[in-house]
């Protein structure tokens, strides 16, 4: 792995734009090939940090099992008598801390002597011409690349649709009392037309929770967070009310289809870019795994898509659907899934590699009125993957 300067090369086989997970991910595994491709990865960044958190559920391999820091057999959606509890031994709930993941990524890369990297520049313009992509940075250099990743953040418009916003604290309680392998997934605090408001609790040690307050917003709203807000819930639900903060984290996920970034043959766009997120769920750390896999397989050609795909996102889009027509009765379709799909039918689901029965049965849990009444709605049938 080396820095990149103008003597190095002018010209290589993959530019990855973005060393978030999207690009660190294709990257670790392009490098991993019998013969791999000469790869730049260009990143603002000059250093990487703890920016986030990935949470999903262990149902697809990938290169950075070594990072999970935690793992629950046992979630809970809702709270009280309402509140429904699953377990599953086979696929549990795990969490990798960004600075891991990283870390690991750059442990890999740096053994792949065909790996540049391009550390604190961006990409201010990319040129397909003569079968190439010309790529130029911010500090005035320029090189060729057959084929690129673009990885880079859509603009994300808070006008366009559904979004899903988190604050969330890391947190120590000395004295706090709390099943270790359980973690509540949403409970619901709000629903309606101001949108659904839940909060999410991780266990991390006998005395420490991530504790996130988050909303889902149709257009044009704005919730308003409060570090006091979360710590009232945490004292409410821990029982404890002496407290550490340890980390803050803030997020935005889109919860609608992003825009087309490229139509490019030698420009593809990936990870959140590329659509790789659910827009029902949020999750994307499954997805994106599972695109770089397909396309480090595929390489120097791009994957073809796959009808479930297609099918799965046409879901999203009903569901996000119904939750604009009632969002007050998102809590009951979530109880309603998580209480009478089996738990590794709805992991699988949710993780984006279902089966058709897995997808029958999620179907069959849901009302099938305020459904059929979305679905009609729907104003253009949902499009294939970009890639």
Same mark, same amino acid.
């Given at each position: ?13 993959? %530019? ?9 991910? /294709? %990257?670790?595994?392009? &490098? &991993? ?17 703890? *920016? ?15 990072? +999970? ?19 599953? *031994? ?17 442990? @890999?890369? #740096? ?21 190439? +992509?010309?790529?130029? @940075? ?11 990743? *673009?990885?880079? !953040? ?34 619901? $605090? ?5 949108? +659904? ?9 006998? *005395? ?14 704005? !919730? ?44 593809? &766009? ?24 397909? /396309?480090?397989? #595929? ?8 009808? $479930?795909? =297609? ?8 569901? =996000?659907?119904? =939750?604009?027509?009632? !969002? ?7 109880? $309603?899934?998580?209480?009478? +799909?089996?738990?590794?039918? @709805?992991? $699988? ?7 058709? /029965? ?19 709605? /729907? ?9």
């Amino acid at each position: 792995m080396r820095e990149a300067s103008p003597f190095v090369s002018s010209e290589y086989d993959v %530019a990855i734009v973005g060393a978030g997970l999207a690009g660190l991910s /294709l %990257a670790v595994r392009l &490098a &991993a090939r019998p013969n791999p491709p000469r790869i730049l990865i260009i990143d603002p960044r000059t250093s990487h940090e703890r *920016d986030r958190t990935w949470c999903s559920w262990s149902v697809h391999p990938h290169p950075f099992i070594g990072c +999970v820091s935690h793992r629950w057999p046992e979630w809970a959606v809702g709270s009280g008598p309402e509140s429904v509890v699953r377990r599953c *031994d086979r696929f549990p709930y795990q969490r990798i801390p960004a600075d891991k993941l990283y870390c690991t990524a750059k442990t @890999l890369l #740096a053994q792949a002597p065909s790996v540049t990297w391009a550390l604190g520049q961006s990409v201010v313009a990319l040129h397909e011409s003569a079968g190439r +992509v010309r790529v130029a @940075l911010s500090d005035g250099n320029s090189f060729a690349a057959g084929r690129v990743y *673009d990885s880079r !953040p859509p603009e994300i418009k808070t006008a366009e649709g559904w979004r899903q916003i988190f604050t969330g604290m890391e947190i120590r309680c000395p004295g706090a009392r709390w099943n270790p392998e359980k973690v509540v997934l949403m409970d619901f $605090r709000q629903a309606n037309e101001n949108g +659904v408001r839940f909060f999410y609790i991780l266990p991390l040690s006998a *005395d420490s929770f991530l504790v996130e307050d988050t909303w889902l917003c149709p257009a044009g709203k704005n !919730p308003a967070f409060s570090e006091a807000g979360v710590l009232a819930y945490a004292t409410e639900r821990i029982g404890v009310s002496d407290w550490e903060i340890l980390h803050r984290e803030t997020g935005t996920i889109p919860m609608f289809a992003l825009p087309k970034v490229t139509s490019s043959g030698r420009i593809t &766009a990936i990870g959140t870019r590329g659509g790789a997120v659910r827009s029902s769920s949020g999750y994307a750390f499954t997805c994106i795994q599972q695109e770089a896999d397909a /396309l480090a397989a #595929a390489y120097p050609h791009l994957p073809r898509g796959r009808a $479930r795909n =297609i099918f799965l996102r046409t879901m999203d889009a009903i569901f =996000i659907k119904a =939750i604009d027509q009632h !969002p007050e009765r998102l809590p009951e379709y979530m109880r $309603r899934l998580f209480h009478k +799909v089996k738990s590794e039918r @709805l992991i $699988r689901f949710m993780e984006s590699c279902p089966t058709w /029965l897995d997808c029958l049965a999620v179907m069959k849990a849901l009302p099938l009125g305020p459904f059929l009444v979305a679905a009609a709605s /729907l104003r253009s049938p949902v499009k294939p993957a970009r890639s």
